[in-house]
DNA sequence: TGCATTGGTTTCCATGAGGTAACTAAGTTC
DNA sequence: GAACTTAGTTACCTCATGGAAACCAATGCA
């Protein structure tokens, strides 16, 4: 039993649920996620959408999401080829909390760019002026 | 004005909607945000909280957190000295989408075991009889 | 005088994530 | 039989991230 309200498990390298955190962080995966809410992508269509990614790290990504059960992927027996990807049911679960954080990073653009404005300032009178 | 529902915008790589998530994704950022959340901490601390991670990193997540105005950094003119690290408002904003993130990797990680050993099973089945 | 403390900085190094470019499979159409 | 299509794979390379270890500044204290 925990007695403060810390998160302790997330800062425990060894806690298992540092694996999303992984998972979001992921250059590509997030946003494959936020793509497939709409329903079902193929391949190349992922590809102009995801705008500019390589087929290499493309299939890295959606395997990956794959093998932890957010997507899966449908072959079609057609030639030329013809696969979609799928969020699953857990998947579609995770994508409330991201849009979320969606939500916040949009709403806080402004403060953010300012800030950084303010810190660049600071730091060049600082120069300036030791 | 967008005619469909997609998030468009995060997908432009040139949005800087994008900067929130590359910030989520560091290794250590969003961690830091979550040890401040129960109030301010000094650097030494930090570094026990967030369990093993070299000053120099510590320093470098610090300081992009503080540029970007998600923390704040106070020096006390003692010696040896005192510096302590505090959510900002901005910062404390975060904490919301972040926790519900967290909830929800906690919540599914037995979820995502499961799905790892299943398409690893399937993997290995497949190797034996392709 | 010299050692301890805190909050860093600096230099060097290894790893790995991601990019580029070329290639492949397999059937369909020209 | 040559070319086109989709969905990748493979080999190679580069650069940024993160880690290790040593060093430093300022002062109180023994």
């Not at 696969?83 to 579609?92: N, Q, T």
Request: negative net charge.
């Amino acid at each position: 039993m925990e007695t403060n309200a810390l998160p302790a498990n997330i800062l425990d390298p060894d806690c298992p649920s540092r694996v999303i955190f992984q998972r979001i962080g992921d250059k590509w995966a997030s946003l494959v996620v936020q793509v497939l809410a709409a329903g079902p992508v193929r391949f190349s269509e992922l590809r102009k959408m995801v705008h500019v990614v390589t087929p290499k790290v493309l299939t890295q990504t959606l395997r990956t999401l794959e093998r932890d059960g957010l997507i899966t992927r449908t072959v079609y027996a057609q030639v030329p080829p013809r696969v979609d990807y799928e969020l699953s049911e857990l998947g579609a679960s995770l994508l409330e909390p991201l849009t979320l954080l969606r939500q916040w990073a949009e709403d806080h653009v402004p403060s953010i760019l300012e800030a950084r404005d303010a810190y660049d300032d600071a730091q060049d009178a600082g120069i300036l002026n030791p």
